[in-house]
């Protein structure tokens, strides 16, 4: 396929461990949607060796097999909301792209986070060390994002959100909640399928949206200490996507 012409038309683009994985599980069963065929997070737009020079799309569409059955298919990286490269690469591939962004409490997405790099033993500190040394930790990323260490600058949502309204407007970005996916299942499947544009009669069935019970629980100091400092950026959120988030943050 020619570069010119865009085949990639909606990505799951947010966030790490807020319940993509259940997403994309449940956006493979469906017959009009076609999603990467050997993988689930293709991590194209967030590889530097990728745009050294003008992008060659043709190993990026070697990763997808749509048929003509096919109205929508999609890139399930959940990185793409957080690397700063990767929303204006997407725009010049496809500015008409459609963002899927399943959001959830940015405290607990840290300590989940920084559960799962502890049990691939990429990460040794405590959690608490972690989040403290975390700005430290990421300087040796840089210009670049740390892609390990950045618990908590991930969870910043409102800043990613306006970017990717600025970009591709509002009408392109559908956000839902990671409770959204625990709890209604058929709700929030129908928002997705009406947005990708889908039968939306064929809702895939009801599959677990994973949690993980975590050997060590979250301390309550530190948890109302981390959510104190995210407290401005949830109420912007708010307002963006016209939700009450006083669950993630209380009053």
């Keep these: 396929m020619a570069n010119s012409s865009p085949l990639v038309n909606f ?6 461990k807020g319940g993509t994985t259940a997403l994309d599980v449940f956006l493979r069963q469906h017959p009009e949607i076609c999603m990467a065929h050997s993988l689930k997070e293709v991590h194209y737009f967030d590889q530097e060796k990728y745009f050294a020079g003008t992008p060659d799309y043709r190993h990026y569409h070697a990763f997808f097999k749509p048929g003509p059955q096919h109205k929508a298919v999609g890139d399930a990286t959940p990185i793409y909301m ?11 591939y496809n500015p ?19 559960n799962m790099e502890r049990q691939r033993q990429a990460d040794t500190l405590p959690f608490k060390d972690a989040v ?12 670049l994002q740390h892609r390990i260490f950045s618990y908590l600058d991930r969870g910043f949502y409102a800043r990613q959100l ?7 407007g509002k009408e392109n970005c559908l956000v839902i909640l990671n ?7 058929q709700g929030t499947l129908l928002k997705v399928l009406q947005f990708l544009g889908v039968d939306e009669t064929i809702i895939p069935p009801a599959s677990k949206v994973f949690h993980h019970a975590y050997e060590q629980k979250l301390d309550p100091e530190l948890q109302a200490r981390l ?10 959120l708010e307002q ?12």
């Design 96 to 114: 008409k792209m459609k963002w899927i962004l399943a959001l959830r409490n940015p405290v607990d997405r840290a300590f989940s986070a920084w």
């Design 132 to 143: 403290e040394q975390e700005a430290a930790r990421c300087r040796a990323a840089l210009p």
């Design 162 to 168: 306006r970017r990717l309204h600025e970009l591709f």
């Design 82 to 92: 957080y690397w700063d490269a990767a929303p204006i690469r997407i725009h010049q």
């Design 179 to 185: 409770e959204d996916l625990l709890h209604d299942h």
């Design 11 to 16: 990505v799951i683009g947010g966030t790490q």
């Design 227 to 236: 959510t104190e400092m995210f407290r401005a950026d949830i109420r912007e």
């Design 240 to 251: 963006l996507i016209q939700r009450d988030l006083s669950a993630w943050c209380p009053k």
